[in-house]
């Protein structure tokens, strides 16, 4: 095992990727371009059979998957969905993804699901139930687990610490990895008025597994995480200050 590989949790740089969305699916198929890698939504894929299990093995004829999820709920109050883990694990074996990463929130309450990627407040007991669930997930699904900084658009008056510092206490705490997400770091700093190269410089980089590079829409007096448009010159200005940091990854 070289350095790296020790630095990276013992998982690959598998270069530059792409999300695997609908859309894109004739391009991909038909023409094969020159990436390295896909993302796929995990949650598009939990069925039985079909279509959608049809274009994954398209997929994963020519490419490297990787699964990205957006309904683990690590940060909620509900029990953790044990049948929903079985259904990942065994599209794990599918694809064989080398890890599985989902993001830092909660997205509902028991039955209720907001459908959205909802900020949890910044203390140390959110840390330890977190980073309690995250090394349940691990362990059930018998792969590493990341966990993705989101973007927010409203903050708890019962934090303690700031956002970068409960993002780190998570993951060192559960042992896990870090997607780091650059256009959301962004987002986040403007919307609350924080310096999002302070962000950049307090992530963990030994723990960081992949980056996500994406656009957003300004509406003004805020920005939202829309994955719309094209990147901007701060997000790349952030994206080669993590890069500087972390060196070659996932991404």
């Not at 039985?48 to 093995?57: K, S, T, Y």
């Not at 509900?78 to 074996?93: E, G, M, Q, V, Y």
Request: charged content about 20%; proline content about 7%; glycine content about 6%.
């Amino acid at each position: 095992m070289t350095a790296p590989d020790r630095m990276r949790l013992g998982l690959p740089d598998l270069g530059i990727g792409v999300g695997l969305r609908l859309p894109h699916y004739e391009e991909i198929f038909e023409t094969r371009p020159k990436v390295d890698w896909l993302e796929i939504i995990s949650e598009n894929f939990l069925v039985p059979g079909g279509v959608p299990l049809a274009n994954l093995d398209r997929a994963l004829a020519n490419y490297p998957v990787i699964q990205h999820g957006v309904s683990l709920s690590i940060g909620g109050t509900t029990p953790l969905d044990f049948d929903f883990l079985k259904s990942l694990r065994a599209l794990l074996r599918r694809t064989k993804s080398p890890w599985l990463s989902d993001h830092l929130c909660w997205t509902g309450i028991a039955t209720v699901n907001t459908h959205d990627l909802l900020p949890l407040p910044y203390t140390a007991d959110v840390v330890r139930h977190v980073a309690a669930r995250a090394r349940i997930v691990q362990d059930t699904l018998e792969v590493p687990l990341a966990l993705e900084n989101v973007s927010s658009y409203l903050t708890y008056t019962s934090s303690e610490m700031t956002e970068w510092d409960f993002f780190r206490a998570v993951v060192e705490e559960a042992n896990c990895g870090v997607l780091l997400d650059v256009n959301n770091i962004y987002v986040s700093s403007q919307n609350h008025g924080f310096d999002p190269n302070a962000y950049v410089d307090a992530i963990p980089a030994e723990r960081v597994v992949q980056i996500h590079l994406a656009g957003h829409t300004n509406y003004g007096d805020y920005i939202i995480d829309t994955h719309s448009g094209p990147v901007i010159d701060p997000v790349w200005d952030l994206y080669r200050r993590a890069i500087h940091r972390i060196g070659p990854v996932s991404r």
